[in-house]
């Protein structure tokens, strides 16, 4: 099958989207698929060879973050010299109703078209206003897939409709394989997994993860750092380990002097290393404030084994199982992140259950399962404008007399 994929992000800036369409497209390529992905890129951002770029993408404010989008007249042209190029059996355009290369895409495809929708935002007025532009767009579209209930709800409220709902997928065997590191473990963890003590979380110390970007409120840095006294307080030996990029300077700033040797700023890490990360933390904690429609940072610390900790967003709570699979604490509450945090340090018992839930419902998420999903979609969709051509074939033969007897 020759399939289009429409990223409509900025390549070169890493987010959930981008990596969900790149593991996607190459789950599709190991299984004999053609892919390209169309996407908004820098001159000078290396891109993987089945990646187009779209040309220069600028920012704009988008679902309570800043997006790196594609429009306008050049971007246009690229989409349809994409198409024509591509001749494909199936296009699947990520957030379409973005003003990116996925509505340019909507506009000017002609064939089956797949939208899948990310954003979970339940009081969008924008897009509420932007309905009468978007409609005949999204009218082209096929069929529609949803990351979770949230953003199915985001799409049903405010475009109409309904979608199947496919989760972001996961390598997971690629988290559950990799090697922890020992600088960031703790002294416990190292004592266990060497065999030299059995790591049963009596002492002080602890190891927290946090990855994402450091300069974005949502995704709850601040939240952590008001909290972290109080972890600091009834366990000094613990260390925060942040991964993202951003202001560290600042991001300490509200921690009193002699506690920020106990953050360790890793800068932005490789795909390896963030796996290298998760499997090495006593506990991962995502204190995201909104804006989340799923929470694809949690499956892959499930994946690794690590014990997770997040806000109690919707989505979140979905993807934990309800709190099966993972701890969860009052949204934008630092005290009730200290009292779990430090709750979870000190039960060695209730962290190990955690790993054992999170890595058998984790499975769930994997690429062998999502991908599976998808492609039946696209199978789906393409069978239905076989028949649909099928049919509009035989009714012009009727009409020219060419009928057979």
């Known amino acids: 099958m020759r399939i289009g994929i429409v990223c409509p992000y900025s390549w070169d800036v890493p987010g959930g989207v981008q990596f969900h369409i790149r593991d996607l497209a190459e789950h599709l390529i190991r299984l004999g698929h053609e892919v390209s992905v169309l996407a908004p890129a820098d001159d000078e951002t290396p891109l993987p060879p089945y990646v187009v770029s779209a040309g220069r993408a600028v920012p704009v404010p988008y679902n309570g973050s800043v997006a790196r989008l594609n429009f306008g007249f050049l971007s246009a042209s690229r989409v349809r010299r994409w198409l024509h190029d591509g001749t494909f059996d199936v296009i699947h355009i990520h957030e379409p109703a973005s003003p990116s290369l996925g509505l340019l895409t909507c506009w000017a495809a002609q064939g089956p078209i797949v939208a899948t929708f990310h954003t979970s935002n339940p009081r969008s007025r924008a897009m509420i206003a932007a309905y009468p532009i978007l409609q005949p767009a999204l009218e082209k579209i096929s069929a529609r897939i949803a990351v979770s209930e949230y953003a199915r709800r985001t799409l049903v409220e405010h475009l109409g409709g309904d979608a199947v709902v496919i989760p972001n997928g996961v390598d997971v065997d690629f988290f559950a394989r990799a090697e922890p590191k020992a600088e960031w473990q ?7 997994s060497d065999g030299s003590g059995t790591g049963d979380g009596r002492d002080d110390t602890g190891t927290i993860g946090f990855i ?16 972290l006294p109080r972890i600091l307080a009834e366990r000094p030996g613990t260390r925060l380990l942040v991964a993202g990029r951003g202001d560290e300077e600042e991001a300490v700033e509200s921690l009193p002097a002699e ?27 995502a204190p995201n404030t909104g804006g989340e429609s799923f ?17 109690d967003l919707d989505a979140f709570a979905q993807v934990l199982d309800q709190g099966a699979a993972g701890d969860l604490f009052a949204n934008e509450d630092a005290d009730a992140l200290a009292d779990a945090a430090i709750r979870l340090l000190g039960d060695p018992e209730r962290r190990a259950g955690l ?9 769930r998420f994997d690429w062998s399962t999502v991908g599976a999903d998808i492609l039946a979609v696209y199978e789906t969709v393409t069978d239905g404008a076989a028949s649909v051509a099928a049919d509009e074939r035989v009714g012009l033969r009727a009409r020219l007399g060419l009928a057979k007897s």
């Open 186 to 192: 703790s002294a416990a963890a190292r004592a266990a």
């Open 295 to 311: 929470g694809i940072i949690l499956v892959e610390a499930m994946s690794a084994g690590a014990p997770v900790l997040a806000s």
């Open 259 to 285: 506690m920020r040797e106990r953050v360790e700023f890793l800068g932005m890490v490789s795909d390896e290393d963030k796996a290298r990360l998760l499997r090495s933390v006593d506990v991962y904690v």
């Open 355 to 363: 790993r054992e839930r999170g890595s058998a419902h984790v499975r």
């Open 212 to 227: 994402g970007r450091i300069d974005e409120p949502r995704k709850g840095l601040p939240v952590l750092m008001q909290a």
